[in-house]
């Protein structure tokens, strides 16, 4: 959709494949209006975002995505039930303007985040694949934080598995031998550390959990993010209502990661006009 925006893009600054000038690149050639670059846990590549687009017809808007630990349903139960078992969910910000303190929260999470890989490949030697650390960072590209996907293409790379999908499934999700869970942050935590740095702290890919995005906003989220390749049509009618009645600004975007079963930049995307909202938000 020409003149639109994705919202939600990763490059290899976490856990993407492209770099974040290549993201631009991809972006201003579909004829995106707005970007948003969201690193896991890193604005490391915001800045090389920016400059690119100063060559290209492309708006980016500065973001990040934290995972924040919550209560959530277990399977099978009431999609709209928020109080039921401990989980993750992820939350955008977007449009920091001082980052000193997000950084301070940011190098801690990225801190844990190399502790767990460590927790994991001992768990991986345990269970007599003897994946070194050097495999993983093998794997990291331009980024310098190692999380599950790295393993996952280690494993790959490796021989132990035949896909990253596979490497996950039997190794890397909670239940599976090679799981670690991640430090816990906070949703309250999360979203205030976001306010502080003057970003808009948005609910990312909430999917049908719609007694927890109204905590959420009791806790001062600002957005939901609508669109996404995971939600109906259905689910994403409902969100948008969930928006409007809450004053939420909505927002969208592909999830972007380079990976196989991604959509290509520029298929998955939202109302321009919802990025000039966040924007003047900002």
Same mark, same amino acid.
């Given at each position: 959709?020409?003149?639109?925006?994705?919202?939600?893009?990763?490059?290899? !600054?976490? $856990?993407? #494949?492209?770099?974040? %000038? *290549?993201?631009?690149?991809?972006?201003?050639?579909?004829?995106? &209006?707005?970007?948003?670059?969201?690193?896991?846990?890193?604005?490391?590549?915001?800045?090389?975002?920016?400059?690119?687009?100063?060559?290209?017809?492309?708006?980016?808007?500065?973001?990040?995505?934290?995972?924040?630990?919550?209560?959530?349903?277990?399977?099978?139960?009431?999609?709209?039930?928020?109080?039921?078992?401990?989980?993750?969910?992820?939350?955008?910000?977007?449009?920091?303007?001082?980052?000193?303190?997000?950084?301070?929260?940011?190098?801690?999470?990225?801190?844990?985040?190399?502790?767990?890989?460590?927790?994991?490949?001992?768990?991986?030697?345990?269970?007599?694949?003897?994946?070194? !650390?050097? $495999?993983? #960072?093998?794997?990291? %590209? *331009?980024?310098?934080?190692?999380?599950?996907?790295?393993?996952? &293409?280690?494993?790959?790379?490796?021989?132990?598995?035949?896909?990253?999908?596979?490497?996950?499934?039997?190794?890397?999700?909670?239940?599976?031998?090679?799981?670690?869970?991640?430090?816990?942050?906070?949703?309250?935590?999360?979203?205030?550390?976001?306010?502080?740095?003057?970003?808009?702290?948005?609910?990312?890919?909430?999917?049908?959990?719609?007694?927890?995005?109204?905590?959420?906003?009791?806790?001062?989220?600002?957005?939901?993010?609508?669109?996404?390749?995971?939600?109906?049509?259905?689910?994403?009618?409902?969100?948008?209502?969930?928006?409007?009645?809450?004053?939420?600004?909505?927002?969208?975007?592909? $999830?972007?990661?380079?990976?196989?079963?991604?959509?290509?930049?520029?298929?998955?995307?939202?109302?321009?006009?919802?990025?000039?909202?966040?924007?003047?938000?900002?």
């Amino acid at each position: 959709m020409r003149g639109a925006a994705d919202l939600h893009l990763h490059s290899s !600054e976490s $856990d993407g #494949r492209s770099t974040p %000038g *290549a993201l631009v690149d991809a972006a201003a050639d579909a004829g995106l &209006r707005y970007m948003a670059l969201c690193d896991h846990d890193s604005v490391g590549g915001v800045e090389r975002a920016l400059r690119r687009a100063r060559s290209r017809d492309v708006c980016v808007i500065p973001g990040v995505e934290l995972g924040v630990h919550v209560t959530l349903p277990r399977a099978g139960g009431d999609p709209t039930d928020s109080r039921l078992a401990a989980g993750e969910v992820h939350l955008l910000g977007y449009g920091m303007r001082d980052m000193v303190e997000l950084e301070d929260l940011l190098e801690d999470m990225r801190r844990s985040r190399v502790h767990r890989i460590d927790a994991i490949l001992e768990n991986l030697s345990g269970e007599g694949i003897d994946l070194t !650390e050097e $495999d993983v #960072r093998g794997q990291l %590209g *331009a980024s310098s934080v190692p999380g599950r996907p790295h393993v996952a &293409r280690a494993l790959v790379a490796r021989g132990c598995c035949r896909t990253e999908a596979e490497a996950f499934s039997r190794w890397l999700v909670p239940g599976r031998p090679g799981y670690i869970p991640r430090k816990k942050l906070s949703l309250e935590r999360g979203i205030a550390a976001v306010r502080r740095a003057g970003g808009v702290p948005v609910f990312a890919h909430p999917g049908q959990m719609y007694s927890l995005l109204e905590d959420a906003v009791r806790l001062g989220v600002r957005g939901v993010e609508v669109v996404h390749p995971d939600h109906s049509c259905a689910v994403m009618s409902r969100l948008l209502r969930f928006a409007r009645e809450h004053d939420l600004l909505p927002t969208g975007g592909s $999830d972007f990661h380079g990976r196989p079963s991604d959509p290509a930049v520029g298929e998955v995307t939202a109302p321009a006009a919802w990025a000039e909202a966040l924007l003047a938000e900002i």
